[in-house]
């Protein structure tokens, strides 16, 4: 029935994708034609909806809705949710609610706290909160609550430019097969990258970056309890999405932080760990997974130094056996004509790495290779770094600076890297031929070896 509605709701009509609303009512408009979108474009539902742990079949039906009351409501679950998703599959069914911040409005742990707990006492399974604030992944809540583990529903977090970027990658990819569902994403496409709408990338640091960048240039100690480093580490983790969404755009491919799954499952643990690290080093670091790249595109921010940097580690090649040649492998690969600020590192077996720039490595490659003659390179690096002066302790500016250089990086060099792979195995020889490989002659051969052995023996007990 096209009014029916789950039970637990009082009042709710079904997304529109052209919402009759006030001019005023940009966050209203956006849910709703989001949700129309979602309720009305396989593919788009499936990726979204995925990234909570609820697939999406064939045999799924996926209704949304707004302007939503519910049936079991308190003093203590204030406010309106924007918005309920319901899939239904089979017999089986899934809701959940929906609540969205767009431009500079953020989200409160007072209104999400309100929200679980109107989902607990309506038997939904989930919240999903949309803004403009990033998280690492939907399972990784921007906003910090109190008592999370008394609700029963799942908490879960899209920003408006992950939805965004999954909708241009279908696009791009081709991943939308009905054509009329393809000019529906495509319109939710222009909407959303319309200045108007109020979906943006994250734009600055916090306002206690400036002074942790002081501190540190000075030569002050920051320690891990600082409340002024806590901000700074998440605000980087914020970058760090919108990095990945900003590349995942250009390139049209999903690129995202290498976490491993405890640091994925833990949100709070990966905090910690890296501001464990900055209190060691004074850097702040990420590593970007990109599907197909020769490497991880490492970007590591020196604090300490007001530099910044982006680079690929390549394993040497294992079937050229002088540095000479394995360091010239890489050179050959890099075609850029402009080598300013790019850096070559030559990692040897536990000693560590030299340095070099790129153009001195181009006229006298004998300098790297001949650094160690007892040794060859395990590992060859390529790195962009800049340092931007003043505008690395600007709140925007540094946000700018760098989200320049990751794709200036991949741009000049990462993208023509090609990472070693062993040759593919020849037939020997002596085997050219089924013959040469049956079990007569592999007996032959056994006896052969036999005599060897038993020759090697003798002359070792007379040795």
């Not at 609610?97 to 006492?121: D, F, H, P, R, T």
């Amino acid at each position: 029935m096209p009014n029916e509605k789950p039970l637990f709701l009082v009042q709710g009509e079904r997304a529109r994708l052209f919402p009759v609303l006030s001019d005023s009512s940009k966050e209203g408009r956006a849910t709703s034609i989001f949700l129309a979108c979602l309720a009305n474009v396989d593919e788009f539902a499936d990726t979204l909806l995925s990234s909570v742990g609820r697939k999406i079949g064939k045999l799924s039906q996926v209704r949304t809705y707004t302007e939503v009351c519910f049936a079991k409501e308190s003093d203590d679950m204030r406010g309106r949710p924007d918005g309920l998703i319901e899939v239904k599959t089979g017999s089986a069914k899934w809701n959940a609610l929906v609540e969205a911040k767009i431009g500079n409005a953020e989200l409160s742990s007072e209104q999400i706290e309100s929200y679980l707990k109107i989902a607990k006492a309506n038997g939904i399974d989930a919240v999903i909160t949309i803004s403009n604030q990033f998280a690492s992944t939907p399972s990784h809540h921007p906003v910090e609550l109190r008592g999370r583990t008394k609700h029963a529903a799942g908490l879960y977090h899209w920003s408006w430019m992950h939805i965004l970027t999954e909708a241009d990658l279908l696009l791009t990819n081709n991943g939308v097969s009905d054509v009329d569902q393809r000019v529906i994403l495509n319109e939710l496409r222009r909407f959303l990258s319309h200045d108007s709408t109020g979906v943006k990338g994250f734009e600055r640091m916090p306002r206690a970056w400036p002074d942790l960048v002081r501190s540190l240039t000075t030569g002050q100690q920051i320690g891990p309890r600082s409340t002024e480093l806590h901000d700074v580490i998440d605000a980087w983790h914020q970058e760090v999405r919108d990095l990945g969404l900003i590349l995942s755009r250009q390139l049209g491919v999903g690129v995202s932080a290498r976490l491993s799954r405890d640091l994925a499952q833990n949100p709070d643990k990966r905090v910690k760990r890296d501001i464990d690290e900055f209190v060691k080093d004074q850097c702040l670091r990420t590593t970007l997974s990109i599907p197909e790249a020769a490497a991880n595109l490492d970007v590591t921010v020196d604090v300490r130094a007001k530099s910044m940097s982006a680079g690929m580690k390549l394993a040497a090649p294992a079937d050229k056996k002088g540095a000479l040649a394995r360091i010239s492998w890489l050179l050959r690969q890099i075609k850029t004509s402009d080598p300013c600020n790019i850096h070559i590192r030559v990692h040897w077996p536990h000693r560590g790495f030299n340095q070099y720039e790129l153009e001195a490595l181009r006229q006298d490659v004998d300098q790297a290779a001949k650094a160690y003659l007892d040794s060859v390179p395990s590992y060859l690096e390529v790195v962009l770094i800049r340092d931007t002066g003043s505008r690395f302790s600007q709140l925007k500016g540094f946000i700018e600076d760098i989200e320049a250089l990751v794709p200036d990086f991949y741009k000049i060099v990462g993208g023509d890297l090609r990472a070693w792979n062993p040759p593919a195995p020849q037939l020997r020889d002596d085997r050219l031929v089924s013959d040469d490989v049956s079990t007569e002659a592999i007996a032959e051969d056994a006896e052969e070896a036999v005599g060897q052995i038993s020759g090697e023996n003798y002359w070792k007990t007379k040795g």
